[in-house]
């Protein structure tokens, strides 16, 4: 089944604790993007990668990092994390070469609290 | 900068009703643009693509068209059903200088039985 994973699903931890959420997509897409939703402000692209060791900010990149290492994975990370970090993460993907090119392919979602 | 602006914000109808959902952008500079639903605290499920050279897409009972012109994109939901309550978002991929996806802030719907 052709799907985006993410690990874990709910997170609550504390501040300054280095966290790692990880994604995985099976549909050998060479675009993966995180996102965090927050109420009123809704979805807002943290990170997007364009393929392997090709990463790129989004319009909220700080207190985060990513990297590309493998096409399949995009793990997303918070060195220290922060109680303003506590959100709703999605990890998404896309591919360039159909017909449906860049039509994204989103996660579960991964509920993040940093107290 | 790209705004993606979705307007109502919360729509309530009864059962059965035709309803039009509306997105507009402030670039025309854009790859496509996507509709999605999304149910409380669950992730976001894709509706229609259309891309930027399209005008409007269908699926079964939803309809989105697209002017990329004027900067906006309608959904259309015929014949509307309880089951259909969810939050629908909209998204354009840009192309200005960056590969980013940007999107609105949604319309809550409630279809009423």
């Known amino acids: 089944e052709a799907q985006v994973t993410q690990n874990p699903r709910y997170l609550i931890t504390v501040t300054g604790k280095k966290l790692t959420v990880t994604c995985s997509q099976n549909m050998n897409h060479e675009y993966m993007s995180w996102y965090r939703q927050d109420p009123g402000l809704g979805l807002r692209q943290i990170y997007y990668s364009m393929n392997v060791e090709v990463t790129d900010k989004g319009d909220v990149p700080e207190g985060y990092k990513v990297s590309r290492k493998e096409k399949r994975n995009f793990p997303l990370i918070l060195e220290s994390p922060s109680p303003n970090q506590t959100s709703l993460y999605f990890c998404a993907s896309s591919n360039y070469y159909s017909g449906s090119a860049y039509e994204q392919y989103f996660g579960p979602g991964t509920r993040l609290t940093v107290t | 900068k790209q705004e993606v602006t979705q307007i109502p914000a919360a729509l309530s109808v009864p059962e059965g009703e035709n309803l039009v959902l509306n997105c507009s952008f402030t670039?025309?500079?854009?790859?496509?643009l996507q509709w999605f639903r999304q149910d409380p605290g669950k992730g976001l499920t894709s509706l229609l693509l259309?891309?930027?050279?399209?005008r409007e897409q269908t699926s079964g009972r939803l309809n989105a068209s697209l002017d990329k012109s004027s900067g906006r994109s309608t959904l259309y939901i015929a014949a509307s059903q309880p089951g259909d309550s969810a939050t629908y978002l909209c998204a354009v991929f840009s192309t200005s200088g960056t590969y980013k996806y940007i999107f609105g802030t949604g319309t809550r719907l409630k279809v009423l039985a």
């Open positions: 259309i891309q930027s050279s399209q």
């Open positions: 670039d025309s500079a854009i790859y496509n």
